[in-house]
């Protein structure tokens, strides 16, 4: 009941059109009840049941959540049509998330192969994050940006097509993002260096 009314509160903290009861049309609202629910299931370790609510989820509102993704309170979904959250995707606390983005696998990976987001976390239109890797807090990442085995640290602005950070701790520059441990295994030639071009 309390995530559910962070949930409610993050539709009046992050969209300034919303009007008086309006929030119950939502579909991102109706997503995230479908999934806190199908989560809880998933849990349980209740087989078919979880993924059908989320299918049908899907289809009443072009959201897909997997059941088995961990998603924290606060949770806003604006638009979003074509979002697609993975398996093993866990979401901190008062998340933004626009529609067409994917928060997905490379298809390399087992077990844990889905990002992590800290708190506070804005994913902008159309944005692709693939792999297990780690999006620290306060972060926002700008719409169409790509980020693939590449973790992001927190309070940065990240964009780009593959994503550079763009602002960190408030000062603008740019900065190349760090791979992630599973990447750095796979890539003996990479050295990560953590110099910020102002």
Request: proline share 5%; net charge positive; hydrophobic share 45%.
């Amino acid at each position: 009941m309390k995530s559910l009314i962070e949930d409610i509160k993050a539709i009046y903290r992050n969209d300034p059109a919303v009007r008086n009861i309006e929030f119950i049309l939502y579909s991102g609202l109706h997503a995230i009840l479908f999934h806190r629910f199908a989560h809880l299931l998933w849990n349980m370790n209740i087989p078919f049941i979880p993924r059908l609510i989320s299918q049908i989820s899907r289809f009443f509102t072009g959201i897909e959540i997997h059941p088995g993704a961990s998603i924290g309170a606060g949770f806003f979904v604006d638009h979003g049509a074509g979002l697609v959250i993975g398996e093993t995707v866990v979401i901190g606390k008062n998340a933004v998330l626009f529609h067409n983005v994917t928060l997905g696998g490379t298809g390399k990976h087992r077990g844990k192969r889905h990002p992590t987001l800290g708190d506070n976390v804005l994913v902008g239109t159309g944005a692709t994050i693939l792999g297990p890797v780690t999006i620290g807090n306060n972060v926002l990442i700008g719409a169409n940006s790509f980020v693939v085995m590449k973790d992001v640290p927190s309070n940065t602005t990240v964009a780009g097509t593959p994503a550079v950070i763009i602002k960190r701790n408030g000062i603008n520059g740019v900065q190349a993002l760090p791979h992630t441990e599973q990447a750095r295994k796979y890539d003996s030639a990479y050295i990560y260096t953590p110099e910020f071009y102002i």
